[in-house]
């Protein structure tokens, strides 16, 4: 009697302990939804272009993935030692309105590697390993229904290899590429005809350690023209043009936080009168958990936080809900950042982490310490190594792969991932709707300083400012977005024009502050931001 009382006891406990979390969960901001079930590949890299679509992009030297290239296309590599005759595709390009997926060719290996979008919307794609090394790829984007593919320079190469390297657009069109794998150099695309072949960065190398820690760093480009480079746990101010450090910052502590330790960096939207750039750290795994193979060496769940133009700039350092690695730091239109997938525990590499870090964060930049980070609802798929995070023009940020194998390994407890989602902030939920503004005109290109107007129609009358923001797309990889950057325009108060509103905005003022590019231009009424729309920023 006491054995079936205790029996029936233990069940009614799991039962309230099931309820209670489902409660808790659906209490949490935030909604998921499953958009694809077999992208036939998993992504390792993540670019949104002008066009909506998305190109998301593996390596080439991984076996069969579960996407085949048109018949008549196969990939030919004596040296692959998994497929010398490669039927499969390494890359698609994904419609986010028909979920319809495409595959697309790349012909050499793109493990680790970079890119950003140049001026005129191409996606610039750089090194990797093995044949794809010095390799310059172009993904010059196109409508959906249309066959635009990878295409692989022939006549320039990078001078210095570059495997695990970070892109950068400068003020001026061109794309800084910083770093690598046994690479402590900058270099240009295009190359600058006063430089000769690549430029020695000493930075790098002097915060390179035994596990490296200074791979992928983080480089943000400043108002002011200068970059902001990260890597292990030290920054500098880079003056690209004279090649020289000018400014040393503080040690963050904490221990390292890149690439095999890497926690995420964001540089926090850019506004007022646009002098003032904040920098944002979280996460990273402990020193010596990649030499160990340590996968359950618990994260670093501590931020720093630097007002990178302050004269006196120093860390203001606070903590996040949960220890996390391999995080992606997502801005979103609103201003506010988001942290999604990673580990608790581990480290970067193949099979190298454990506890998955499922709730997302908010991160609320205009709130005192200890009042910023917000907790989410969580998702259900683990989101481990080589996973990614981008925003989508219509507020959601998809979220795709995680393969921490080194082929496609789908019996493990961590599987080889092929499911998109996407995940849907506060600001899209239905009972926001009537304040969700629709930008019903805006112009295609704006220049440089130019005063232009936006309409927009809202649902219930408008209250406050309605703020006009552009987000340009980055290229996500590896828990670094390479040139995420959102700017705050500056606008009037709304005027009622024929049913809609009226804003009067004033474009950014150079590219320091925009690089000249493709942004999306999000409306944002009472924290609810309209679905963009693209606008060419030239100078």
């Not at 090194?127 to 692989?152: A, M, N, S, T, Y």
């Not at 507020?395 to 849907?424: C, D």
Request: glycine residues 8%; proline residues 9%.
């Amino acid at each position: 009697m006491e054995s079936s009382f205790s029996s029936t006891s233990r069940w009614l406990l799991q039962i309230l302990i099931l309820t209670s979390l489902l409660t808790v969960r659906a209490q949490l901001p935030g909604t998921w939804e499953l958009l694809v079930p077999n992208a036939g590949i998993s992504s390792m890299h993540t670019a949104v272009t002008r066009f909506n679509t998305v190109v998301l992009l593996d390596r080439t030297n991984i076996g069969p993935s579960r996407k085949m290239l048109p018949k008549g296309h196969c990939r030919y590599d004596p040296y692959d030692v998994v497929l010398k005759k490669d039927c499969y595709a390494h890359s698609v390009v994904f419609d986010p309105q028909t979920n319809k997926i495409r595959p697309l060719m790349i012909l050499t290996d793109t493990w680790c590697s970079s890119g950003q979008f140049l001026p005129d919307g191409t996606l610039l794609q750089t090194g990797g390993d093995l044949d794809g090394f010095k390799k310059i790829r172009k993904f010059q984007p196109c409508e959906p229904d249309g066959f635009c593919d990878w295409v692989e320079l022939r006549d320039v190469e990078l001078y210095n290899g570059r495997w695990y390297a970070t892109n950068q657009i400068l003020p001026d069109g061109t794309v800084i590429i910083v770093g690598g794998r046994g690479t402590n150099t900058v270099e240009y695309y295009p190359p600058r005809k006063s430089k000769n072949g690549a430029v020695e960065l000493k930075f790098l190398a002097d915060v390179e350690d035994k596990q490296m820690d200074n791979l992928y760093p983080y480089v943000h480009l400043l108002p002011n023209g200068h970059l902001f480079i990260f890597a292990n746990n030290k920054a500098v101010m880079y003056d690209h043009e004279g090649n020289e450090v000018i400014r040393e910052y503080p040690a963050l502590s904490g221990g390292p936080r890149n690439y095999p330790s890497a926690g995420s960096s964001v540089m926090l939207a850019l506004e007022g009168d646009y002098s003032t750039a904040v920098i944002v750290i979280c996460g990273g795994a402990q020193y010596g958990a990649f030499i160990q193979r340590s996968t359950d060496t618990p994260a670093h769940g501590s931020c720093g936080r630097i007002v990178a133009t302050d004269p006196k700039p120093g860390w203001e350092m606070e903590d996040m809900p949960f220890g996390r690695i391999m995080g992606d730091m997502v801005l979103l239109p609103t201003g506010d950042s988001l942290i999604i997938n990673g580990a608790q525990a581990g480290t970067q590499g193949f099979e190298m982490a454990s506890n998955p870090c499922l709730y997302p964060l908010l991160y609320r930049p205009d709130q005192p310490v200890g009042l910023r980070f917000m907790t989410l609802n969580p998702g259900t798929i683990p989101r481990m190594y080589h996973s990614t995070a981008n925003l989508l023009p219509d507020g959601r940020v998809l979220i795709a792969g995680s393969n921490p194998h080194y082929l496609y390994k789908f019996a493990a407890e961590f599987p080889t991932e092929l499911r998109i989602e996407a995940f849907s902030p506060e600001y899209l939920s239905p009972d926001r709707a009537n304040v969700r503004p629709v930008i019903e005109g805006i112009p295609e290109t704006v220049r440089y300083g130019e005063a232009f107007e936006v309409f927009v129609s809202v649902s219930l009358p408008v209250v406050g400012i309605v703020e006009v923001n552009l987000g340009n797309a980055p290229f996500a990889t590896h828990s670094i977005s390479q040139g995420q950057r959102l700017v705050k325009l500056t606008v009037t108060p709304s005027v009622p024009d024929n049913g809609r509103y009226r804003i009067k905005c004033t474009a950014p003022p150079n590219g320091a502050v925009a690089p000249p590019g493709y942004y999306m231009a999000f409306a944002v009424n009472q924290g609810v931001p309209s679905i963009a729309r693209w606008v060419h920023l030239v100078p």
